[in-house]
């Protein structure tokens, strides 16, 4: 029996789940509810594309492969059990590492009100020099009136400990000068591009240039406007007080070196939910944390 077989045998939901080889370069499970459809890879439990009424939401980069020990550029990558750069440095990969590895799939479910799958990942042995704790994480993605991921942590070991995160959400755009990002006014942002200054947003944000950016404080409640595509998403999250506004624009794009063209910038924008920044969560021995991110179409 192949890794599929075994996947649809066990996990299959007959017209709402199947389990299939991605062209990215291993198996993916398609969930499919009305007319909506999303592709999630067991490589980093990553959602890679969601479709409704056959319309991509997210951005992907045409050269994205699954590699074992390598991240997929583009769809909703889990960044844990840090956001960012190991204060260790090198050779901590940047974002964490469960975002390189295979999941599991834990179970799925399918009913009239929407469709969902769980995969889970520990830590393991060879974590320890970067993230001395045991710990499990569990991603659950769910198709209903829209798109929710939910990402729960839970110490399994006798002390509490620190951690930063993100759901690195990649969104399709028609051009970055079209797109306009809502409900941060009046937020206090560290600027990464000015040796993290803080500065306070005025009215929305657009983009001329690179922006990479954490936003603190109250960020529950965003919307994504692209009036090239005449879009507007709105993306709700819990378990957070930080949110990540990213686009590489020219000179980040040709050093990143897997964006698949120079001007790919022009057609992505990454709001990430996320605990970054100030926003650090502790979690208690034989506690839990839930960090979940809702995306829902306004138009």
């Not at 007319?35 to 992907?60: F, I, P, R, S």
Request: charged share 20%; with cysteine.
């Amino acid at each position: 029996m192949t890794a599929i077989d075994a996947l649809t045998t066990r996990h299959g939901r007959p017209g709402s789940i199947t389990f299939e080889t991605s062209p990215l370069g291993g198996p993916v499970a398609r969930l499919i509810h009305g007319d909506q459809q999303v592709l999630v890879a067991v490589h980093g439990a990553q959602v890679v594309n969601w479709t409704c009424a056959g319309e991509g939401l997210l951005w992907l980069s045409p050269v994205a492969r699954i590699r074992e020990g390598k991240g997929i550029r583009g769809g909703i990558p889990v960044c844990w059990p840090w956001f960012g750069d190991h204060a260790g440095g090198a050779p901590h990969p940047a974002h964490g590492f469960v975002r390189h590895r295979v999941w599991d799939v834990v179970g799925t479910t399918a009913d009239a009100t929407g469709v969902s799958i769980r995969l889970g990942t520990t830590t393991r042995d060879s974590d320890l020099a970067a993230f001395p704790h045991p710990a499990s994480v569990e991603l659950t993605v769910r198709l209903d009136d829209g798109l929710s991921l939910s990402l729960e942590t839970r110490n399994r070991g006798d002390a509490p400990f620190a951690l930063t995160q993100a759901l690195h959400t990649y969104f399709r755009v028609s051009d970055i000068a079209s797109v306009s990002v809502s409900g941060l006014d009046g937020a206090t942002y560290l600027d990464k591009l000015q040796d993290f200054q803080r500065m306070a947003q005025a009215g929305a944000i657009t983009f001329g240039g690179e922006v990479d950016r954490i936003y603190v404080g109250e960020t529950s409640r965003i919307v994504l406007e692209v009036t090239g595509l005449d879009r507007r998403l709105l993306i709700e999250s819990r378990g957070s007080r930080s949110a990540v506004v990213w686009n590489p624009w020219t000179d980040k794009t040709a050093r990143l070196g897997d964006m698949g063209s120079p001007d790919a910038f022009r057609q992505m924008v990454c709001i990430e939910t996320a605990n970054a920044g100030d926003d650090v969560v502790t979690i208690p021995a034989g506690g839990t944390h839930v960090l979940s991110a809702a995306y829902r179409r306004l138009d």
